[in-house]
């Protein structure tokens, strides 16, 4: 895969510089990447800034050649999917969530309010129920995502969320294009159900 | 398709258009500043209150890197930046930690756990500032004493462009070396003026020095005990009573009275005791 990538050259030529563009460049991604894999804002800040600080030890140790020849997106994320997996070993809880912590962990999920503003000033003609519909199921997506096992979990964030090619998926999972499709297929059929289940049980619960 | 398929289809459109959705989340936290931070590719400042009233001073993970007094944080942004050679990023203020430090070592205390970044000056520039760094809160010392005690003797010239070159001003006390004349001599922060207020905030007697230096007393001693000689401004030459007070032009009238020199200010040895 060849990636032609401006800011790699930039860090070939002058790494310190060129690192603090990508810094700024790349923390709200690698945060939002972090949230969706954690969970929780405040290991996701850890996360994404652990990441950086990775991805800049890193870069240090390569050649000038090597970093102009780096497909920066598949490479950051992968150094954020294995700290995420790290720390998701260490912490025991793998995946992050199951099904019977939906309940408690609905509020901690999402972002703390702040979307139905932004959607609103984006879109002053938005109906306000419209917004919290959708914020809500965003907060739920969010949390069922997080009852993925690991592998589904880093495919369906990259391809769906990311928006990364599965090349790059591949790339950024070390395994083949095949194999992570099918984790990102089954990742989506696997939510799906569970989102079927819940509009099921919700329109039982209405029929009572 | 009947109407199960179309519904299907919707809701398998609406959702992978929410997960598109969720990289809408968005963090105030500065986490690129945070990790550039931990780095060392980025330095944080803040300002404080000193003898010379408010002065910013940056650091980073090495220690202090930075400290000067300028009009505008922007000004200082733009200063810093050229100095060092990354961005700085503002602070409400320092850790806990460093804040502590930073008072405790201004107020004369050498134990306080500070820390100096000067990867940014040369070898020769750091070995004169850290030199600089032993002169005690309160004493003065001379140029040439700075460029001989780092093995350059006749260095002095270059040793006052290292002062010059200071990035660490008050906290590496440039101020505590000053011209054998008795003038108290160029100053980066503030002029010779400055240089005086921090002297005497400190301690230091500056009318009995600059009128020593200018009778042309370079060293002091006491005729009551061990016959050593110091630079008047020594911890020791400060408790000489006046009465037992001697005074010397220079090393070799010292050595010549029978003096020698002090073990804890080094002044230099006379040529003729080689």
Known sequence: MTCDDALAGALADDLNAAFERLACAWEQRLYAFALRMTGRPRDAEELAEETLAQAWRALAGYSPERRRALCLRPWLFQIAANLA?????????HPALSLDDLALASDMVGDGGGLAERIADEDPLGMPEVVVDREQ?????????LTLPETQRVAV???HVEGLGYG???????????????????GVARLRRALERERLSEAREVAR | MNDKQVS??????????????????????????NALLRLGLADAYTTIETALGTVYVAWNAHGLSAVTRKPTAGDFEVWAADLLGRKVY??????????HAMTAWLAGDRRAALTFDLRGVTPFVREALLKAREIPHGEVRPYSWVAREIGHPRAMRAVGTAMARNPIPLFIPCHRVVRAD?????????GPESKRRILSAEGVNVEQVEALASAGVRYVGSDSTSHVY????????????????????????AYAAGYRPCNVCRPPAARLAG
Not at chain 1, 137 to 145: I, P, V, Y
Not at chain 2, 90 to 99: G, S
């Open chain 1, 85 to 93: 997996r790290n720390r998701a070993r260490s912490a025991r809880r």
């Open chain 1, 168 to 186: 790059a998926i591949a790339e950024a999972m070390g395994e083949p294009v095949g194999t992570v499709k099918s984790h990102a297929s089954r």
């Open chain 2, 90 to 99: 503002a602070r409400v203020a320092a850790p806990e930690r460093l804040a």
């Open chain 1, 157 to 159: 964030v990259l391809r």
């Open chain 2, 230 to 253: 110091c630079y008047p401004t020594c911890h020791y030459a400060q408790r000489i009573g006046a009465p037992h007070l001697v005074t010397f032009a220079d090393e070799e009238a």
């Open chain 2, 8 to 33: 299907t289809l919707s809701s398998a459109r609406s959702l992978l258009s929410d997960c598109r959705g969720l990289c809408e989340a968005k963090t105030t936290a500065p986490i690129a500043e």
């Open chain 1, 137 to 145: 199921r965003l907060a739920d997506l969010a949390t069922l995502l």
């Open chain 2, 182 to 190: 008795g003038h108290l001599g160029a100053y980066g922060m503030g």
